[in-house]
C-alpha cells in the first residue's frame, strides 16, 4: 500500500482488511491520547502496531477535556507531589515536540477574601510547583496586588478581591494532539483503524491472542491477531476487561465534565483564569480564537457513555460560577454559544467525592495477559504509554528479540518539524508567506498553518493536480484543502468526524459549522460514493451534536 494513503478515510476499509493478514506484535484498543501514545511507544521501538477504535479517534474523553497540557496545580492540594512533578515535565515534552498544538497561557489566579487560597498559600503552593514541575525561569510564578491583578482582567469581581497569583499554562486541542500522536505512529509503521468495535477476544490455551471486531459501517467482522493486547479504551476500560473476565478489585468510576463556549463580544476575557467557587472547587475561564470557555463541572457519572449531555443543572452551574467571579456580565442561558460535555475514566476510591478522586493511572494485568490502563490525564500521557510499552515488550521478547527503551520525548509529533518553540512564530510567519503565494488569504493561510504546523504546506497543495474532485464552488479553497488532507491523511469518514475532531469548529465556530455542513457532506457523499441513507446518516448524526451542543436535557 502506498504510504500516503496508510492514515486515507477513503482507503479504512482497505487498510481493515490488511490487518487480518498480519500477525502483530501489539495490539492496541482504544484510538484516544492514550491509545495513541502507545501506538508512537511501541512503533518507535519497532514493534509491529495495529490499533482499533469503536469510535473516531479522540471521540471519547480526549476530544473534551478543558483543552489544558498542565501541571497539576490543583493536585498540591490533595499532596499529589508525584503527579506534579511528572506531568509538570511532560508538559515542556509536549511543548516542544508539538509547538503548534500547546501553547503557553499565563494563568491568573484571583486571591478572593474567604476563598481557597490565602495569599501566603497561593504563594508558596506556586513556589512549590514551579519547583516540582521544573518551570522555566521566564515562566515562574508572580505575586500580584489587587491592583494589578484588576488591570489584568478588569471583569473580576472586586469585592473581597486581595490579589492574585500568575503562573503558567499551556493550552492545547486535545483531539487534534491526539491525532498528530497517530499519525506519527502511523508514519512510523503502526496501523490504526478507526469505527471498528471490539466484539470479542481471541484466546488460545488461556491467553488473549487477538480480538474479533466489527466494522461500525458495514458489519463486516474481521480477526486481528497479536502477541500483546492493550486495553487503553478510556471509560469503557472495564467493558473490555469484563469481556475478558478480569474485572475485579478496583475498577473504573466514570466523572463527568461540562464547559460552556461564549462569544468574546458577550464575554470579553482578557487573561486566562483559575478560580474558586462558592462550594470551594476550581474552574477555568480561557479566551480562544475569539471566544471565552468556561469549566468543569465534576460530577458523578452512570449514563450513556457514548453520549454524554449537558444537563441543565450542569449549564446552571458553571453560570453561576462564571457569574460569581465575573459579576458584572449577568449572563445567561441564551448567551451560550456552544459546549461540549465529557467523561473522566478515574480509579475509584471509597469515600471520595469526585473532585477528591485521584488523576494518577494504574496498570492491571489479567491472567489472560491483558493489559489495561486507566485514569492519568491527558498531560501524562507519554510517560503512561512509556509505562505500559515496557510491559509489552517484556512480555513478548525473545532470546533473539528485545526492544529498545522508549525515545519519544526526542520525537517530534506529525506537524511539529517547525525549529522548535523557539523559532514556531518565525516558521509562521514563513509558512503563511508560502501560503499567500499558493492562492489562500493571509487569514486562510494563518488558520491552516496554526493548525498543522509543518504539515501545512502539504495542505496548501492538496488541491494542485487534483482534477478528479468533486467540484464544489460553494466551499471556499481553505474549507476544501482541509476537508480533504483530513479524510486523504487523517481518517475523516463523517462530517462529525471533521467539524468536531479535526478542526474543533463545532465547539469553537459553530456558526461556520452550519454555514458549510450541507457542502461539506455533499462533497463527502460524491467522494466517498455513499448511498441516500448514508448521507442521511451522517446529517442526522451532524445535526444531533449540533443539537446537544446548545440544548441541554433535563437534570438526573
Not at 459579576?327 to 478515574?346: K, M
Not at 509505562?387 to 519519544?408: C, G, N, Q
Not at 481553505?478 to 483530513?486: E, F, G, I, T, V
Request: with cysteine; net charge neutral; hydrophobic share 40%.
Amino acid at each position: 500500500m502506498d504510504k500516503s494513503t496508510e492514515f486515507s478515510g477513503k482507503r479504512r476499509n482497505e487498510i481493515l482488511a490488511s490487518m487480518e493478514q498480519e500477525t502483530f506484535d501489539l495490539l492496541i484498543i482504544g484510538g484516544g491520547i492514550t491509545g495513541a501514545g502507545i501506538a508512537l511507544d511501541a512503533s518507535v521501538r519497532g514493534m509491529k502496531t495495529a490499533l482499533v477504535d469503536m469510535q473516531d479517534f479522540a471521540a471519547g474523553t480526549s476530544s473534551r477535556s478543558t483543552k489544558l497540557v498542565h501541571g497539576g496545580l490543583r493536585y498540591l492540594k490533595q499532596l499529589e507531589f508525584k503527579i506534579v512533578a511528572e506531568v509538570g515535565k511532560e508538559r515542556a515534552i509536549v511543548y516542544e515536540n508539538a509547538p503548534h498544538v500547546t501553547t503557553p497561557e499565563w494563568m491568573l489566579l484571583p486571591i478572593i477574601k474567604g476563598g481557597t487560597f490565602g495569599k501566603l498559600a497561593t504563594s508558596l503552593g506556586l513556589k512549590v510547583y514551579d519547583f516540582l514541575a521544573g518551570v522555566r525561569k521566564g515562566e515562574k510564578r508572580r505575586m500580584l496586588n489587587r491592583e494589578m491583578t484588576l488591570q489584568l482582567e478588569p471583569l473580576l469581581r472586586k469585592e473581597g478581591l486581595k490579589g492574585g497569583g500568575y503562573y503558567v499554562e499551556y493550552r492545547t486541542d486535545d483531539a487534534r494532539l491526539t491525532i498528530e500522536v497517530l499519525k506519527e505512529a502511523v508514519k512510523r509503521g503502526a496501523i490504526a483503524v478507526n469505527y471498528c468495535r471490539v466484539e470479542q477476544l481471541i484466546v488460545e490455551n488461556g491467553k488473549v491472542a487477538g480480538v474479533q471486531v466489527k466494522e461500525q459501517f458495514t458489519g463486516a467482522v474481521k480477526q486481528i491477531r497479536a502477541h500483546c493486547v492493550i486495553n487503553a479504551a478510556g471509560p469503557w476500560v472495564d467493558t473490555i476487561r469484563e469481556v475478558d473476565g478480569s474485572k475485579q478489585g478496583k475498577h473504573v468510576q466514570l466523572t463527568k465534565g461540562v464547559h460552556l463556549v461564549f462569544d468574546q463580544r458577550r464575554f470579553p476575557l482578557k487573561q486566562a483564569t483559575y478560580f474558586d467557587t462558592a462550594d470551594k472547587r476550581m474552574v477555568f475561564a480561557i479566551p480562544r480564537d475569539g471566544k471565552t470557555y468556561i469549566g468543569t463541572t465534576d460530577t458523578t457519572y452512570t449514563g450513556d457513555i457514548v453520549h454524554p449531555q449537558m444537563t441543565v443543572e450542569d449549564r446552571d452551574y458553571i453560570l453561576a460560577a462564571a457569574n460569581f467571579m465575573f459579576p458584572t456580565l449577568e449572563l445567561t442561558a441564551q448567551d451560550i454559544e456552544s459546549s461540549w460535555a465529557g467523561l473522566r475514566p478515574l480509579i475509584h476510591e471509597e469515600g471520595k467525592s469526585p473532585s477528591e478522586l485521584s488523576r494518577k493511572d494504574e496498570i492491571f494485568i489479567s491472567a489472560s495477559g491483558l493489559i489495561s490502563i486507566a485514569g492519568g490525564k491527558l498531560t501524562g500521557y507519554r510517560k503512561m504509554a512509556e509505562r505500559v510499552v515496557d510491559l509489552a515488550a517484556e512480555a513478548i521478547a525473545t532470546a533473539v528479540r528485545r526492544f529498545p527503551r522508549s525515545s519519544t520525548s526526542q520525537i517530534k509529533l506529525s506537524g511539529g518539524e517547525v525549529g522548535g518553540s523557539q523559532n514556531y512564530e518565525q516558521f509562521i510567519s514563513r509558512t503563511i508567506a508560502k501560503g499567500i503565494q499558493a492562492g489562500y488569504s493571509g487569514s486562510e493561510a494563518e488558520q491552516l498553518v496554526r493548525r498543522y504546523g509543518s504539515n501545512a504546506e502539504l495542505v496548501f497543495a492538496m488541491l494542485d493536480n487534483h482534477k478528479g474532485l468533486p467540484q464544489n464552488t460553494e466551499l471556499s479553497k481553505a474549507r476544501l484543502a482541509s476537508l480533504y488532507y483530513a479524510i486523504e491523511h487523517e481518517m475523516v469518514v463523517t462530517p462529525a468526524d471533521y467539524f468536531v475532531r479535526r478542526t474543533g469548529e463545532l465547539y469553537f465556530d459553530i456558526r461556520a459549522v452550519h454555514e458549510d455542513k450541507d457542502a461539506v457532506i455533499s462533497f463527502m457523499e460524491a467522494y466517498f460514493g455513499w448511498e441516500h441513507a448514508e448521507t442521511e446518516e451522517h446529517r442526522a448524526q451532524l445535526e444531533l451534536l449540533l443539537k446537544d451542543a446548545v440544548t441541554p436535557i433535563d437534570s438526573q
